[in-house]
Protein backbone atom coordinates (compact mmCIF):
# COMPACT_ATOMS: atom_id res chain seq x y z
CA UNK A 1 0.00 0.00 0.00
CA UNK A 2 2.85 2.54 0.92
CA UNK A 3 5.71 3.25 -1.61
CA UNK A 4 9.03 3.03 -0.03
CA UNK A 5 11.85 4.72 -2.78
CA UNK A 6 15.35 4.78 -1.96
CA UNK A 7 17.07 8.01 -3.55
CA UNK A 8 19.92 7.61 -5.83
CA UNK A 9 21.80 11.31 -4.58
CA UNK A 10 21.75 10.00 -0.88
CA UNK A 11 21.45 6.32 -0.81
CA UNK A 12 21.51 6.31 2.50
CA UNK A 13 18.40 7.32 2.99
CA UNK A 14 14.43 6.09 2.50
CA UNK A 15 10.98 7.66 1.98
CA UNK A 16 8.00 6.00 2.47
CA UNK A 17 4.84 7.32 1.77
CA UNK A 18 1.54 6.32 3.15
CA UNK A 19 -2.19 7.89 2.01
CA UNK A 20 -5.39 7.70 4.07
CA UNK A 21 -8.80 8.65 3.40
CA UNK A 22 -11.86 9.17 5.55
CA UNK A 23 -9.43 10.25 8.23
CA UNK A 24 -11.59 11.52 11.50
CA UNK A 25 -8.29 12.94 13.78
CA UNK A 26 -6.49 14.82 11.17
CA UNK A 27 -6.23 17.91 14.24
CA UNK A 28 -5.18 15.17 16.45
CA UNK A 29 -2.35 13.75 14.48
CA UNK A 30 -1.01 17.46 13.62
CA UNK A 31 -0.98 17.75 17.09
CA UNK A 32 1.36 14.37 17.38
CA UNK A 33 3.42 15.64 14.60
CA UNK A 34 3.77 18.92 16.42
CA UNK A 35 4.62 16.99 19.83
CA UNK A 36 7.52 14.42 17.79
CA UNK A 37 5.12 11.64 18.35
CA UNK A 38 4.33 11.28 14.57
CA UNK A 39 7.79 11.85 12.70
CA UNK A 40 7.00 12.57 9.33
CA UNK A 41 5.20 15.48 7.09
CA UNK A 42 1.94 15.59 7.04
CA UNK A 43 0.40 17.22 3.83
CA UNK A 44 -2.93 17.78 2.10
CA UNK A 45 -3.55 15.28 -0.62
CA UNK A 46 -5.19 17.81 -2.52
CA UNK A 47 -2.17 19.40 -3.45
CA UNK A 48 -0.18 16.40 -4.42
CA UNK A 49 -0.38 15.44 -8.47
CA UNK A 50 1.73 12.87 -7.98
CA UNK A 51 4.22 10.68 -5.78
CA UNK A 52 6.94 12.23 -7.94
CA UNK A 53 6.37 15.57 -6.48
CA UNK A 54 7.03 14.09 -3.23
CA UNK A 55 10.28 12.61 -4.32
CA UNK A 56 11.36 15.99 -5.15
CA UNK A 57 10.51 17.55 -2.33
CA UNK A 58 12.11 15.20 -0.20
CA UNK A 59 15.20 14.76 -2.17
CA UNK A 60 15.45 18.37 -1.81
CA UNK A 61 14.90 18.60 1.36
CA UNK A 62 17.92 16.31 2.14
CA UNK A 63 20.04 18.04 0.04
CA UNK A 64 19.39 21.58 1.57
CA UNK A 65 19.95 19.92 5.10
CA UNK A 66 23.06 18.35 4.43
CA UNK A 67 24.28 21.68 2.84
CA UNK A 68 23.26 23.41 5.73
CA UNK A 69 20.68 25.36 3.50
CA UNK A 70 17.31 24.73 5.16
CA UNK A 71 14.74 27.54 5.36
CA UNK A 72 12.59 25.77 7.95
CA UNK A 73 13.42 23.83 11.57
CA UNK A 74 12.76 20.44 10.10
CA UNK A 75 13.16 18.03 7.64
CA UNK A 76 9.75 17.43 7.47
CA UNK A 77 8.40 21.07 7.41
CA UNK A 78 11.09 21.27 4.53
CA UNK A 79 9.57 18.68 2.42
CA UNK A 80 6.38 21.11 3.18
CA UNK A 81 7.91 24.13 2.19
CA UNK A 82 9.49 22.63 -0.87
CA UNK A 83 6.28 21.89 -2.26
CA UNK A 84 5.15 25.06 -2.14
CA UNK A 85 5.71 27.60 -5.56
CA UNK A 86 6.42 30.43 -3.34
CA UNK A 87 9.04 31.31 -0.37
CA UNK A 88 5.99 32.02 2.26
CA UNK A 89 6.84 29.80 4.84
CA UNK A 90 3.65 30.28 6.40
CA UNK A 91 1.75 29.91 2.91
CA UNK A 92 3.07 26.76 2.28
CA UNK A 93 2.17 25.25 5.83
CA UNK A 94 -1.29 26.57 5.11
CA UNK A 95 -1.95 25.39 1.69
CA UNK A 96 0.47 21.94 2.05
CA UNK A 97 0.30 20.77 5.66
CA UNK A 98 -2.80 18.90 6.79
CA UNK A 99 -5.69 21.12 8.48
CA UNK A 100 -7.32 20.31 11.59
CA UNK A 101 -10.67 19.26 9.51
CA UNK A 102 -8.93 17.54 6.22
CA UNK A 103 -10.53 14.54 5.11
CA UNK A 104 -7.35 12.86 4.22
CA UNK A 105 -3.77 12.83 5.02
CA UNK A 106 -0.38 12.34 2.68
CA UNK A 107 1.76 10.76 5.47
CA UNK A 108 5.67 11.14 4.22
CA UNK A 109 8.68 9.50 6.11
CA UNK A 110 12.29 10.40 5.61
CA UNK A 111 14.49 7.64 7.54
CA UNK A 112 18.18 5.87 7.45
CA UNK A 113 17.87 2.82 5.12
CA UNK A 114 18.60 0.43 7.94
CA UNK A 115 16.47 1.68 9.98
CA UNK A 116 12.83 0.12 9.90
CA UNK A 117 10.37 2.97 9.11
CA UNK A 118 8.09 1.84 11.85
CA UNK A 119 4.75 2.25 9.86
CA UNK A 120 2.75 0.39 11.95
CA UNK A 121 2.88 3.17 14.31
CA UNK A 122 1.22 5.47 12.02
CA UNK A 123 -0.94 3.39 10.59
CA UNK A 124 -2.15 2.81 14.21
CA UNK A 125 -2.33 6.55 14.78
CA UNK A 126 -4.36 7.45 11.67
CA UNK A 127 -8.44 6.76 12.25
CA UNK A 128 -9.09 6.25 8.51
CA UNK A 129 -8.66 3.74 5.53
CA UNK A 130 -5.17 3.63 4.18
CA UNK A 131 -5.28 3.25 0.29
CA UNK A 132 -2.26 2.76 -2.27
CA UNK A 133 -0.12 6.44 -2.37
CA UNK A 134 -0.29 5.72 -6.36
CA UNK A 135 -3.67 6.28 -5.93
CA UNK A 136 -2.88 10.09 -4.94
CA UNK A 137 -4.41 11.21 -8.44
CA UNK A 138 -8.08 10.26 -7.04
CA UNK A 139 -7.72 13.16 -4.35
CA UNK A 140 -5.77 15.80 -6.30
CA UNK A 141 -7.48 19.04 -6.72
CA UNK A 142 -6.24 19.84 -9.90
CA UNK A 143 -7.72 23.50 -10.34
CA UNK A 144 -6.96 24.43 -7.02
CA UNK A 145 -3.03 23.39 -7.82
CA UNK A 146 -2.71 25.31 -11.27
CA UNK A 147 -4.33 28.21 -9.57
CA UNK A 148 -1.63 28.24 -7.01
CA UNK A 149 1.10 27.31 -9.21
CA UNK A 150 -0.23 30.30 -11.92
CA UNK A 151 -0.15 27.28 -14.73
CA UNK A 152 -1.67 28.79 -18.06
CA UNK A 153 -3.63 26.60 -20.06
CA UNK A 154 -0.59 27.20 -22.54
CA UNK A 155 1.87 25.62 -20.76
CA UNK A 156 -0.46 22.40 -20.41
CA UNK A 157 -0.15 22.17 -24.30
CA UNK A 158 3.27 21.63 -23.96
CA UNK A 159 3.53 19.05 -21.01
CA UNK A 160 1.52 17.49 -17.69
CA UNK A 161 0.16 19.43 -14.57
CA UNK A 162 2.78 17.47 -13.07
CA UNK A 163 6.14 19.12 -15.23
CA UNK A 164 4.42 22.39 -14.56
CA UNK A 165 4.56 21.44 -11.01
CA UNK A 166 7.81 20.18 -10.36
CA UNK A 167 9.77 23.10 -12.68
CA UNK A 168 8.46 25.38 -10.27
CA UNK A 169 9.81 23.48 -7.01
CA UNK A 170 12.50 23.04 -8.65
CA UNK A 171 13.42 26.46 -9.68
CA UNK A 172 11.57 28.38 -7.03
CA UNK A 173 14.51 29.64 -4.92
CA UNK A 174 15.49 31.48 -8.06
CA UNK A 175 12.82 32.62 -9.64
CA UNK B 1 42.24 18.49 -8.50
CA UNK B 2 39.26 21.12 -8.88
CA UNK B 3 37.43 18.45 -11.02
CA UNK B 4 38.10 15.93 -8.11
CA UNK B 5 36.73 18.13 -5.49
CA UNK B 6 33.25 18.95 -7.62
CA UNK B 7 32.93 15.55 -7.92
CA UNK B 8 33.20 14.71 -3.82
CA UNK B 9 30.33 16.83 -3.82
CA UNK B 10 28.45 14.56 -6.27
CA UNK B 11 29.88 11.47 -6.23
CA UNK B 12 26.47 10.31 -7.96
CA UNK B 13 27.67 11.61 -11.32
CA UNK B 14 30.52 8.25 -10.76
CA UNK B 15 27.08 5.97 -11.65
CA UNK B 16 26.39 8.04 -14.61
CA UNK B 17 27.25 7.68 -18.17
CA UNK B 18 28.86 10.86 -19.84
CA UNK B 19 27.67 11.56 -23.03
CA UNK B 20 29.18 14.82 -24.34
CA UNK B 21 32.25 16.69 -22.43
CA UNK B 22 32.33 20.30 -23.15
CA UNK B 23 34.32 23.53 -22.35
CA UNK B 24 31.86 24.60 -20.00
CA UNK B 25 30.21 21.63 -19.03
CA UNK B 26 29.90 17.89 -18.91
CA UNK B 27 26.47 15.95 -19.82
CA UNK B 28 25.66 12.64 -18.60
CA UNK B 29 22.99 9.96 -18.53
CA UNK B 30 21.05 8.39 -15.29
CA UNK B 31 18.43 7.71 -13.38
CA UNK B 32 17.54 10.42 -10.93
CA UNK B 33 14.20 9.58 -8.90
CA UNK B 34 13.62 6.53 -10.98
CA UNK B 35 13.51 8.38 -14.04
CA UNK B 36 15.65 8.71 -17.05
CA UNK B 37 17.20 12.15 -16.39
CA UNK B 38 19.80 13.73 -18.20
CA UNK B 39 22.60 15.90 -15.26
CA UNK B 40 24.48 18.91 -17.03
CA UNK B 41 27.52 19.78 -14.36
CA UNK B 42 29.34 22.82 -14.75
CA UNK B 43 32.95 22.17 -13.27
CA UNK B 44 35.19 24.93 -11.68
CA UNK B 45 37.79 26.40 -14.56
CA UNK B 46 40.96 26.55 -13.43
CA UNK B 47 42.30 29.65 -15.13
CA UNK B 48 39.91 31.63 -13.47
CA UNK B 49 39.63 33.20 -10.24
CA UNK B 50 38.01 30.74 -7.79
CA UNK B 51 35.91 33.46 -6.34
CA UNK B 52 35.35 34.63 -9.88
CA UNK B 53 34.60 31.17 -11.32
CA UNK B 54 32.28 30.62 -8.62
CA UNK B 55 30.12 33.55 -9.10
CA UNK B 56 29.91 33.15 -13.01
CA UNK B 57 29.13 29.30 -12.99
CA UNK B 58 25.99 30.53 -10.20
CA UNK B 59 24.83 32.63 -12.84
CA UNK B 60 24.85 30.76 -15.81
CA UNK B 61 23.47 27.81 -14.03
CA UNK B 62 20.75 29.77 -12.47
CA UNK B 63 20.18 31.82 -16.07
CA UNK B 64 19.81 28.31 -17.54
CA UNK B 65 16.91 27.42 -15.37
CA UNK B 66 14.71 30.58 -15.45
CA UNK B 67 15.10 30.43 -19.62
CA UNK B 68 13.73 26.95 -19.13
CA UNK B 69 10.60 27.63 -17.11
CA UNK B 70 9.94 30.86 -19.13
CA UNK B 71 9.58 29.34 -21.92
CA UNK B 72 7.86 26.35 -20.34
CA UNK B 73 5.57 28.93 -19.10
CA UNK B 74 4.71 30.54 -22.64
CA UNK B 75 3.95 27.05 -24.25
CA UNK B 76 7.09 26.01 -25.61
CA UNK B 77 8.28 22.63 -25.21
CA UNK B 78 11.48 22.12 -23.22
CA UNK B 79 13.26 19.39 -20.93
CA UNK B 80 11.56 19.41 -17.28
CA UNK B 81 13.77 20.49 -14.61
CA UNK B 82 14.01 18.18 -11.85
CA UNK B 83 16.32 19.55 -9.42
CA UNK B 84 18.94 21.78 -9.38
CA UNK B 85 22.52 21.37 -7.25
CA UNK B 86 23.81 24.52 -6.70
CA UNK B 87 26.61 23.78 -4.72
CA UNK B 88 28.10 21.03 -7.80
CA UNK B 89 26.40 23.28 -9.76
CA UNK B 90 24.12 20.10 -11.55
CA UNK B 91 20.76 20.76 -13.11
CA UNK B 92 18.94 17.57 -13.30
CA UNK B 93 16.55 17.48 -16.27
CA UNK B 94 13.91 15.25 -18.07
CA UNK B 95 15.64 12.61 -20.55
CA UNK B 96 13.50 12.73 -23.75
CA UNK B 97 14.28 9.19 -23.97
CA UNK B 98 13.47 7.88 -28.01
CA UNK B 99 13.85 11.54 -29.48
CA UNK B 100 16.17 12.44 -32.11
CA UNK B 101 17.95 15.87 -33.21
CA UNK B 102 16.71 17.67 -35.61
CA UNK B 103 20.43 17.47 -36.94
CA UNK B 104 20.13 13.39 -36.94
CA UNK B 105 16.41 14.08 -38.62
CA UNK B 106 17.03 16.42 -41.66
CA UNK B 107 20.16 14.70 -42.15
CA UNK B 108 18.65 11.05 -42.28
CA UNK B 109 15.69 12.83 -44.68
CA UNK B 110 17.91 14.00 -47.46
CA UNK B 111 19.93 11.31 -47.46
CA UNK B 112 17.24 8.71 -48.00
CA UNK B 113 15.27 11.55 -50.42
CA UNK B 114 12.50 11.48 -48.46
CA UNK B 115 9.44 14.13 -49.13
CA UNK B 116 11.11 17.52 -48.98
CA UNK B 117 7.86 18.46 -48.24
CA UNK B 118 7.98 17.42 -44.49
CA UNK B 119 11.03 19.17 -44.06
CA UNK B 120 9.47 22.45 -44.93
CA UNK B 121 6.89 22.09 -42.43
CA UNK B 122 9.28 21.30 -39.56
CA UNK B 123 11.33 24.53 -41.21
CA UNK B 124 8.08 26.14 -40.89
CA UNK B 125 7.42 24.94 -37.00
CA UNK B 126 10.51 25.66 -35.20
CA UNK B 127 10.36 29.43 -37.03
CA UNK B 128 7.03 29.50 -35.24
CA UNK B 129 8.88 28.45 -31.60
CA UNK B 130 11.84 30.50 -32.08
CA UNK B 131 9.67 33.65 -32.67
CA UNK B 132 7.55 32.74 -29.81
CA UNK B 133 10.89 32.37 -27.64
CA UNK B 134 11.90 35.79 -28.50
CA UNK B 135 8.53 37.23 -28.34
CA UNK B 136 9.07 35.80 -24.37
CA UNK B 137 12.54 37.57 -24.43
CA UNK B 138 14.47 34.59 -24.56
CA UNK B 139 17.72 34.56 -26.51
CA UNK B 140 18.98 31.13 -26.71
CA UNK B 141 22.97 31.76 -27.41
CA UNK B 142 23.44 28.16 -29.15
CA UNK B 143 21.21 27.70 -31.61
CA UNK B 144 21.89 24.74 -33.59
CA UNK B 145 19.85 21.42 -35.14
CA UNK B 146 21.55 19.73 -32.09
CA UNK B 147 19.81 21.44 -29.96
CA UNK B 148 16.57 20.91 -30.92
CA UNK B 149 14.83 17.62 -29.96
CA UNK B 150 11.98 16.01 -32.09
CA UNK B 151 9.67 13.86 -29.18
CA UNK B 152 7.19 11.17 -31.27
CA UNK B 153 4.40 11.64 -29.17
CA UNK B 154 0.90 9.67 -29.47
CA UNK B 155 1.02 7.09 -32.56
CA UNK B 156 -0.12 9.45 -35.04
CA UNK B 157 0.17 12.69 -33.60
CA UNK B 158 3.37 15.08 -35.10
CA UNK B 159 6.50 14.98 -33.51
CA UNK B 160 6.82 17.77 -30.59
CA UNK B 161 9.78 19.99 -31.34
CA UNK B 162 11.54 20.65 -28.09
CA UNK B 163 14.30 22.95 -27.45
CA UNK B 164 17.27 21.83 -24.95
CA UNK B 165 20.84 23.69 -24.32
CA UNK B 166 19.77 26.84 -22.95
CA UNK B 167 23.56 27.34 -21.02
CA UNK B 168 24.52 30.42 -22.90
CA UNK B 169 20.61 31.55 -22.77
CA UNK B 170 20.14 35.21 -21.74
CA UNK B 171 16.92 37.15 -21.22
CA UNK B 172 16.67 40.83 -23.50
CA UNK B 173 14.24 42.51 -25.43
CA UNK B 174 16.87 44.07 -28.14
CA UNK B 175 16.12 43.06 -31.96
CA UNK B 176 19.99 43.09 -31.87
CA UNK B 177 20.50 39.89 -29.84
CA UNK B 178 17.55 37.93 -31.45
CA UNK B 179 18.81 39.30 -34.53
CA UNK B 180 22.42 37.25 -33.74
CA UNK B 181 20.39 34.74 -32.04
CA UNK B 182 18.86 33.69 -35.90
CA UNK B 183 22.43 34.56 -37.55
CA UNK B 184 24.41 31.79 -35.29
CA UNK B 185 21.46 29.48 -36.37
CA UNK B 186 21.69 30.41 -40.05
CA UNK B 187 25.49 29.72 -40.14
CA UNK B 188 25.12 26.39 -37.84
CA UNK B 189 22.26 25.01 -39.95
CA UNK B 190 23.47 25.56 -44.00
CA UNK B 191 26.78 24.43 -42.68
CA UNK B 192 25.65 21.23 -40.77
CA UNK B 193 22.74 20.49 -43.70
CA UNK B 194 24.43 20.88 -47.47
CA UNK B 195 21.46 22.72 -50.03
CA UNK B 196 19.11 24.12 -47.44
CA UNK B 197 19.12 27.58 -48.56
CA UNK B 198 15.42 27.53 -49.15
CA UNK B 199 14.64 25.23 -46.46
CA UNK B 200 16.12 27.65 -43.86
CA UNK B 201 14.02 30.84 -45.79
CA UNK B 202 11.15 28.81 -45.03
CA UNK B 203 11.89 28.91 -41.15
CA UNK B 204 12.94 32.95 -41.46
CA UNK B 205 9.24 33.35 -43.12
CA UNK B 206 7.12 30.96 -40.41
CA UNK B 207 9.52 33.51 -37.95
CA UNK B 208 8.02 37.05 -39.61
CA UNK B 209 4.55 35.65 -39.90
CA UNK B 210 4.56 34.18 -36.19
CA UNK B 211 6.16 37.33 -34.71
CA UNK B 212 5.06 41.21 -34.50
CA UNK B 213 8.80 41.74 -33.26
CA UNK B 214 10.32 40.01 -36.13
CA UNK B 215 10.98 42.86 -38.96
CA UNK B 216 13.44 44.53 -36.46
CA UNK B 217 15.11 41.67 -35.44
CA UNK B 218 15.28 40.31 -39.55
CA UNK B 219 16.68 44.13 -40.22
CA UNK B 220 18.81 43.21 -37.44
CA UNK B 221 19.50 39.67 -39.07
CA UNK B 222 20.54 41.27 -42.18
CA UNK B 223 23.41 43.75 -40.75
CA UNK B 224 24.84 40.91 -38.92
CA UNK B 225 25.08 38.89 -42.38
CA UNK B 226 26.79 41.44 -43.88
CA UNK B 227 28.83 42.54 -40.85
CA UNK B 228 29.94 38.81 -41.00
CA UNK B 229 31.08 39.25 -44.70
CA UNK B 230 32.50 42.08 -44.27
CA UNK B 231 34.76 40.17 -41.21
CA UNK B 232 35.65 37.42 -43.62
CA UNK B 233 36.74 39.68 -46.47
CA UNK B 234 39.13 41.43 -44.00
CA UNK B 235 39.93 38.55 -41.82
N1 LIG C 1 16.82 16.40 -22.19
C1 LIG C 1 17.43 15.63 -23.11
N2 LIG C 1 16.85 14.50 -23.56
C2 LIG C 1 17.46 13.72 -24.46
N3 LIG C 1 18.67 13.96 -24.96
C3 LIG C 1 19.29 15.06 -24.54
C4 LIG C 1 18.71 15.95 -23.60
N4 LIG C 1 19.58 16.95 -23.34
C5 LIG C 1 20.64 16.69 -24.10
N5 LIG C 1 20.49 15.55 -24.83
C6 LIG C 1 21.45 14.96 -25.76
O1 LIG C 1 22.74 15.27 -25.29
C7 LIG C 1 23.44 16.08 -26.23
C8 LIG C 1 24.24 17.13 -25.50
O2 LIG C 1 23.43 17.92 -24.66
P1 LIG C 1 23.58 19.52 -24.57
O3 LIG C 1 24.94 19.83 -24.05
O4 LIG C 1 22.49 19.95 -23.63
O5 LIG C 1 23.39 20.03 -25.98
C9 LIG C 1 22.36 16.64 -27.13
O6 LIG C 1 22.81 16.93 -28.41
C10 LIG C 1 21.32 15.56 -27.13
O7 LIG C 1 21.59 14.57 -28.08
Given amino acids: MQLTSTLEL ?4 SVTQLLFKDVKNAAELRKNAMEGLVQGALINPSMIVDPFQILVASNKAIHLQKTGKMKTRSLFSEIIYNLSPTNNISEAFKRFGISDDDGAVYVVLVYPKEEAADISSIVSR ?49 S | MALDSNRAKMPYLNKC ?19 PTIIKERFPKLYRHAVLDEKLTHRRTVQEVRSILRCRKAGISTPVVYFVDYTSHCIFLE ?15 QESGQDPVCLSSLAE ?48 ALPEDKGVDLYVLEKAFLSTHPNTEQLFQRLLKSYTHASKKAPAVIKKLDEVRLRGRKRSMVG
Fill in chain 2, 17 to 35: SLIKQGAEARVYRGIFLGK
Fill in chain 1, 126 to 174: VKGQQIPADMISTLTDAAKIKKLYKVSPQEETNGSLLDAVICRMAIKDV
Fill in chain 2, 125 to 172: EMGKILAKMHDEDVVHGDLTTSNMLLRQGSEDAKPDLVLIDFGLSFTS
Fill in chain 2, 95 to 109: DLVGSITVRDHIASS
Fill in chain 1, 10 to 13: YPDY
